[in-house]
């Protein structure tokens, strides 16, 4: 009796299936984007040219220390009080009235020891080298989001709708409308409430 040919597997198409798989993982994946945490660092060396001077009254100062408790204005602070804080500074409008600095649309206590306007409003955060990262985040959410708060009321006073989601609806792709009308108007709130936060170099333990 002859012996019957193995049969063969036909895979002449196999390059195919898998061209068209890849294909389809290239159209279908998500490829999400990296995002830093926008901060004006110190420079390494001073600026030779004109350097900038911050009056005291216009300086928010946060120190984180390595047992992650906060300093704010030399004053102990718990973190949930921050926002609120931070708020109280940036939307202070301590300049007079007639002045050039006077902010019509700040609504704090206009107190002509805390900031002058939001424009001159500078935050600086100091941690410590041993400083949790976990803390370290929160620090910078409650601070992020005492900004997002004030540009909130303001794109309500003014448009009718908050900043925070106008924006991340124009950063997910999903806003609906003219994109280059509403990037304007995001702007001109930003310029009203400036994100002036800076980090001065973390200290060494026990300085």
Not at 49 to 55: A, H, L, P, T, Y
Not at 67 to 96: C, H, T, W, Y
Not at 119 to 132: E, F, Y
């Amino acid at each position: 009796m002859a012996r019957r040919a193995t049969p063969e597997v036909n895979a002449g198409s196999m390059a195919d299936i898998a061209f068209l798989l890849l294909i389809f993982f290239l159209v279908t994946t998500t490829i999400e984007k990296d995002k830093g945490i926008a901060r004006q660092l110190p420079p390494d060396e001073p600026p030779t040219d004109e350097q900038v001077v911050i009056k005291q009254k216009n300086l928010f100062i946060v120190n984180v220390n390595k047992s992650d408790q906060l300093l704010v204005e030399e004053e102990l602070m718990d973190v949930k009080d921050l926002r609120q804080a931070a708020i109280d500074f940036l939307d202070n409008g301590g300049a007079p009235a007639g002045s050039p600095l006077y902010c019509n649309y700040c609504k704090g206590k206009r107190d002509a020891s805390s900031s002058d306007n939001p424009d001159k409003a500078v935050i600086s955060v100091q941690n410590d080298r041993l400083t949790s990262y976990k803390m370290y985040i929160t620090v910078q959410n409650e601070l992020v989001a005492a900004y997002n708060h004030l540009r909130d009321r303001e794109s309500q006073r003014l448009y009718g709708w908050k900043f925070t989601e106008v924006k991340k609806a124009l950063d997910e792709g999903s806003f609906k409308g003219n994109e280059d009308d509403i990037q304007e108007k995001l702007e001109s709130i930003q310029k009203l409430f400036p994100l002036k936060l800076s980090e001065a170099e973390p200290k060494k333990q026990g300085q």
